[in-house]
């Protein structure tokens, strides 16, 4: 059974730090592209970035909004996701989700989102 | 950025109604289009893949289709269980965008 798990999130005041993280389970982590999206309270979704896998080149792409603020990386000896975001602000207040990018096929599996409460 | 408007913003139908929901894109994304089912306090459940390819375990009472820059949503018989909140999503660049969401509700 493929299971995601995010954990690290709270609350932080504004142009603060947070790393959240993603515990992958049920398939072959090393292989995944994976991607970050979020939820702001009451709003719809909004995707925040991805890292492919090692194979694929490794590399990321993120959205306009958190470009140069978040970073994304990944411990395939772990099998763990990790989103860094750094000088928080009060509009990044969202549920953030680990998701399991399929490229070509959508984000098939989503973990239960962690909340990150930006406010001083 | 890849701008997606969905259409209507929220729609209110009855159990066996046949529901159609549209999402455009600001330019064209090939078939590069998947649509979410989100409940409330729930994460996004993917329904379809590639425009029109129906992700498994999903009920066939979903269909999607479309190309280019114009897609659909079509729920043939509405059930209980699909009142709900609908994004659309684009992944045909390297910035992905979702729609704004169509909720749908009981009238």
């Known amino acids: 059974e493929v299971q995601l798990v995010e954990s690290g999130g709270g609350l932080v005041k504004p142009g603060g730090s947070l790393r959240l993280s993603c515990a992958a389970s049920?398939?072959?982590?090393?292989?995944?592209?994976m991607s970050w999206a979020r939820q702001a309270p009451g709003k719809g979704l909004e995707w925040v970035g991805r890292i492919k896998s090692k194979t694929a080149g490794g590399t990321t792409d993120y959205a306009a909004p958190v470009k140069g603020r978040f970073t994304i990386s990944r411990d395939d000896s772990k099998n763990t996701l990790y989103l860094q975001m750094n000088s928080l602000k009060t509009e990044d207040t969202a549920l953030y989700y680990c998701t399991r990018d399929e490229a070509m096929f959508g984000f098939d599996y989503w973990g239960q989102g962690t909340l990150v409460t930006v406010s001083s | 950025d890849i701008q997606m408007t969905q259409s209507p913003s929220t729609l209110s139908a009855s159990v066996g109604d046949r529901v159609t929901i549209t999402c455009r894109a600001s330019q064209s994304i090939s078939s590069w289009l998947a649509w979410y089912q989100q409940k409330p306090g729930k994460a996004p459940n993917l329904l379809i893949y590639k425009a029109s390819s129906l992700e498994s375990g999903v009920p066939s009472r979903f269909s999607g289709s479309g190309s280019g820059t114009e897609f659909t949503l079509t729920i043939s018989s509405l059930q209980p269980d699909d009142f709900a909140t609908y994004y659309c999503q684009q992944y045909n660049s390297y910035s992905i965008t979702f729609g704004g969401g169509t909720k749908v509700e009981i009238k």
């Open positions: 049920g398939f072959t982590f090393t292989n995944a592209w």
